[in-house]
């Protein structure tokens, strides 16, 4: 089978550079786990296994099976070069992603209605090229919206930050 041109182009991130790059982010996961379970116990005590123990182990066979993939997306004989993303198309997933990541992080320090009236805001403007006002007026509205439903209606409690406080909520 011929590759398209832009697979033979290498304008791109192959399949063996995806597989190598998610090795490396479950290697740092499974360093996490072997991390956080070494603090809680991850021996034998005396009356067998400590917390940690399994999930200490299961972290370090994390670790070694990503080594070996990591390893065999670089340097195996079968690796495929063939491009599994333009950096045009990563880039565009990009724009989504790494801010919905800060929305995530974001939450925690200002709440999920500060924080979603600006994920909102900031995609209508940057993306959506919507005047100040419709981006004010619909970043704040769908808020409001989402607050009084949940919060009034159903007596659900989400993450709150200081302006709710601040109103005494």
């Given at each position: 089978m011929d590759p398209t041109p832009v697979e033979r182009s290498g304008k791109g991130l192959t399949y063996s550079g995806v597989g190598a790059i998610t090795a490396v982010v479950i290697f740092f996961?499974?360093?996490v786990m072997m991390a956080d379970n070494s603090r809680i116990g991850a021996g034998w005590g005396t009356g067998?296994?400590?917390?940690?123990?399994?999930?200490?182990?299961?972290?370090?066979?994390?670790?070694?099976?990503?080594?070996?993939?990591?390893?065999?997306?670089?340097?195996?004989?079968?690796?495929n070069l063939k491009?599994?993303?333009?950096?045009?198309?990563l880039r565009r997933v990009l724009i989504v992603l790494i801010p919905t990541v800060a929305y995530v992080f974001l939450i925690?320090?200002?709440?999920?209605?500060?924080?979603?009236?600006?994920?909102?805001?900031?995609?209508?403007?940057a993306l959506g090229k919507t005047s100040w006002l419709q981006t004010i007026a619909v970043s704040i509205g769908v808020n409001v919206v989402l607050f009084w439903m949940f919060e009034i209606q159903f007596m659900v409690p989400l993450p709150k930050g200081p302006l709710e406080a601040f109103f005494g909520y």
């Open positions: 996961l499974g360093v067998g296994p400590q917390p940690g123990y399994f999930p200490f182990h299961i972290g370090a066979i994390l670790c070694i099976a990503a080594a070996v993939v990591c390893f065999q997306a670089l340097f195996g004989k079968g690796r491009v599994f993303v333009t950096w045009d198309q925690q320090y200002v709440g999920i209605y500060v924080a979603s009236a600006i994920f909102i805001g900031g995609f209508m403007r």
